[in-house]
């Protein structure tokens, strides 16, 4: 398949907001793949290629890139192979071949097949939104129920290997695939509520557990091989050697957990998140310990527990790693509930999550059965650019400019980000001269003033609210907002929606 396919495809979907007419494009292009380009094909409209990011920054891009020709020549396996060169290259000279192999690829692509890779190399996609639309077009295309793709994309924690078994594999093959102990999969996500009675309201009788202010981990033991994995899927193992050696001494052979880990203080309380995100990706250096926390439990020697209710996983979590269980309390008092979330904040952490009892474990999905409760109103908004500042923050990146996620492109492209406010408070020195960097590092263009970045950094933002407003497109602005800390391990695709904060408004 010609890559501008690719690119055709993608405008079609970004033309329209009908869900319908997105799928019908999708299943046409999916319907024209050969089986060697499912993976390459998927990847690509995901904005996730298969080998992962492979080391061009968006100088490498601007330099590349140039007029173009007229007629697309340039296959999906063309870009896959490159792809696959630039993730192999490394030593000296690196650089240097990095560069001429995307002079030598961008020279024969169309300006759309060159925005295309550049958005690839980038992370630049915009495409949360469109993984559900596409796994919709998998099923049509592959006349297999959805379901059972949605299922195999969570269980694998890869879309691209799920489309493969759905077009070309049987229906027993697609329903069979199940969860494998050291293969990661797409954790369960929480909505939110103001409190964790208004939250029970929702669960009934429910597990209300601290929300602890730490990194979510994901760990696998078959025997004496632990991994451990971020909420992304990242394999993290050689990073964090003491909950390796923790979940080694836990009483069974085989396990998945599911958890957080975080920096604690002398006294046991949990340090800076910043401090624990610190840590948490450092290659050496382990003057700080990592301390892990379980909140459930998927597999226990042999037998899943996915669709298990959550009664019967806290039970097996008690027994395997009643230590380390993150703290908790099962009730449907409302009083009772919001005790615990006092103690939460007592105790230094976030809040609670408040987790129906019967629920199974639902991987990949945000719904009602667990609801999150924090004291005062976060969000998780995604940087869009930022502005140099002035007096004693001359030089350095200083006011942000904050948007939220447009899963339907309500008021832009779909899949795209809302600007909702901006904010210079609450950064710190260290904060500054870090974001100064790092935005200069994936700087997209400038205008007088202002860098302009690609939209793949998360900052946790606190407001006292929302308001009214003209100014942006989402017709709200925040209100008092402050930078609580960047959430190195979340992805701009979970980042809150401007459908949640005009919400805001009818509270």
């Not at 408040?354 to 924090?374: E, L, T």
Request: glycine share 10%; aromatic share 4%; with cysteine.
């Amino acid at each position: 398949m010609l890559l501008d396919t690719i690119v055709t495809t993608l405008e079609t979907v970004a033309g329209t907001r009908s869900r319908l007419a997105k799928v019908d494009a999708l299943a046409g292009l999916l319907g024209a793949l050969e089986p060697e380009e499912i993976a390459p094909a998927v990847g690509f409209l995901v904005g996730k290629p298969r080998q992962g990011r492979v080391g061009v920054g968006w100088r490498g891009v601007a330099d590349v890139m140039g007029a173009g020709v007229d007629i697309p020549t340039l296959t999906v396996l063309d870009l896959d192979t490159l792809l696959g060169e630039l993730a192999a290259l490394g030593g000296e000279g690196s650089a240097r071949d990095r560069s001429a192999a995307l002079r030598d690829f961008a020279a024969r692509a169309t300006p759309g097949e060159q925005d295309l890779l550049a958005r690839i190399l980038l992370g630049e996609m915009r495409t949360g939104a469109l993984e559900g639309v596409l796994l919709d077009a998998i099923a049509r295309t592959a006349d297999r129920p959805g379901p059972d793709v949605r299922r195999a994309a969570m269980l694998t924690g890869d879309l691209g290997a799920a489309a493969v078994l759905a077009l070309t594999g049987t229906a027993e093959e697609l329903a069979a695939v199940g969860l494998v102990v050291g293969r990661p999969v797409l954790p369960m996500l929480a909505a939110t509520a103001a409190s964790a009675s208004a939250a029970l309201e929702t669960t009934g009788r429910a597990s209300v557990e601290y929300k602890l202010d730490g990194a979510r981990i994901q760990v696998h033991r078959s025997g004496d091989t632990v991994r451990v994995f971020t909420r992304t899927l990242a394999d993290i193992t050689h990073r964090v050697p003491e909950v390796v050696e923790i979940v080694r001494r836990l009483p069974a052979r085989d396990l998945v957990l599911d958890g957080e880990t975080l920096a604690l203080d002398e006294d046991g309380g949990p340090r800076p998140f910043q401090e624990t995100m610190s840590r948490f990706g450092a290659e050496a250096g382990r003057e700080t310990l990592l301390h892990p926390w379980f909140f459930d439990v998927l597999h226990v020697d042999g037998r899943d527990l996915l669709d298990e209710p959550l009664s019967v996983r806290i039970a097996e979590l008690e027994r395997v790693a009643g230590e380390y269980r993150i703290p908790g309390e099962v009730t449907d008092d409302p009083e009772a509930a919001e005790r615990v979330s006092r103690d939460a904040l007592a105790a230094g952490q976030e809040g609670v999550v408040v987790k129906a009892i019967d629920s199974p474990y639902a991987a990949g999905r945000r719904g009602a059965s667990w609801i999150k409760v924090k004291p005062v109103l976060t969000y998780d908004l995604v940087v869009l650019a930022c502005e140099w500042g002035s007096g004693r923050r001359a030089g350095l990146l200083s006011n942000l400019h904050l948007g939220a996620r447009d899963p339907d492109g309500a008021f832009g492209e779909p899949g795209g980000f809302v600007m909702v406010g901006k904010t210079f408070k609450g950064l710190t020195d260290e904060l500054l001269r870090w974001q100064t960097e790092e935005f200069q590092r994936i700087e997209v263009r400038r205008t007088p003033g202002t860098v302009w970045v690609a939209p793949t950094t998360v900052v946790e933002i606190a407001i006292d609210g929302v308001q009214r407003s003209s100014r942006y497109p989402g017709g709200i602005a925040l209100r008092f907002a402050r930078v609580k800390r960047y959430r190195d391990d979340k992805p701009a695709a979970e980042a809150d929606t401007i459908g949640t904060l005009r919400a805001l408004l009818r509270e």
